[in-house]
Nanobody, 120 residues
Framework: QVHLVESGGGSVQTGGSLTLACAAS????????MGWFRQAPGKEREGVAT???????NYADSVKGRFTISQDNAKNTLYLQMNSLKADDTAVYYC??????????????WGRGTQVTVSS
């Protein structure tokens, strides 16, 4: 059974940094793509960043230049380095993964999420 567990969320002031981690387990196969998504109160879930098995990354325009997605295959862990955080980045951040390239933007497997709160 696929299992994704996020960690690293918390509260930070505007301009600060946080690093999220997602530990993946339960599968003997390599995910084709993994990504970070977020949902703010009253808003729809949105994609933040994705990375595929070739290392190709994609970012939402709102986080380009501030966030960096990476993965450590040896540790089966996905990361999201978040710098220059803004109040608009406040949301629950979810890790997600899929084995199919067609589902990178709407993955099948999800973690439970970790809260990130940015305040001035």
């Amino acid at each position: 059974q696929v299992h994704l567990v996020e960690s690293g969320g918390g509260s930070v002031q505007t301009g600060g940094s946080l690093t999220l981690a997602c530990a993946a387990s339960g599968s003997t196969y390599t995910y084709y793509c993994m990504g970070w998504f977020r949902q703010a109160p009253g808003k729809e879930r949105e994609g933040v960043a994705t990375i595929d098995s070739f290392g190709t990354t994609n970012y939402a325009d709102s986080v380009k230049g501030r966030f960096t997605i990476s993965q450590d295959n040896a540790k089966n862990t996905l990361y999201l380095q978040m710098n220059s955080l803004k109040a608009d980045d406040t949301a629950v951040y979810y890790c997600a993964a899929d084995f199919s390239p067609e589902r990178c933007l709407n993955p099948t497997y999800w973690g439970r999420g970790t809260q990130v709160t940015v305040s001035s």
